[in-house]
């Protein structure tokens, strides 16, 4: 069957950057999908409708079609007070911070220069080119339980 609405798609992908890095890789088939539910990204999740068991596809996927631009806004510099005493702060570090408006955010140290560290609330592949390889292993209709949940059960998707 072809993905559609509503099927459940497992892939095996490679994801890399602008330079060829590799970003992300999917294990041996263990990565299944809904589709139509906003599971993945709407540029992969587009290039995906119509495929079946072992189409290859590959896909450019523009940051507006992944996960957004950049916001400046959302980087900021901060002083190392703002952190629980005694942490030992290192580069790649993730918290729980506010946003202006309250918001709950997950914030990445990007930089440590003395007592400025700069915070980063940005996704980590915001602003970024994505290289999707994408191989089709298995295309099935979802469950009514998957549709109501608007995720995958069983295996490469959630366990409950
Ligand atoms: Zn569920």
Do not use: C
Not at 49 to 59: F, L, M, P
Not at 122 to 136: Q, S
């Amino acid at each position: 069957m072809q993905i559609t609405q509503n099927a459940v798609a497992i892939l095996n992908y490679t994801l890399k950057d602008e330079e060829g890095e590799i970003i992300d890789e999917s294990k041996e088939g263990s990565f299944a999908y809904l589709h139509g539910a906003n599971n993945i990204i709407k540029g992969l999740e587009a290039a995906l409708e119509g495929k079946q068991a072992g189409d290859n596809v590959q896909v450019v996927v523009q940051p507006e079609d992944a996960y957004g631009d950049t916001d400046p806004e959302a980087i900021a510099v901060v002083g190392r007070d703002m952190f629980p005493e005694g942490t030992e702060l290192e580069v790649g570090m993730g918290f729980h911070a506010e946003s202006n408006t309250g918001q709950p955010m997950e914030v990445m140290i990007t930089s440590i220069d003395g007592d400025e560290i700069v915070v980063d609330g940005n996704h980590p592949l915001a602003g970024e080119v994505l290289h999707f390889d994408v191989t089709v292993v298995d295309v099935r209709e979802a469950s009514a339980e998957e549709i109501e949940h608007g995720h995958v059960h069983g295996e490469g998707g959630h366990q409950h």
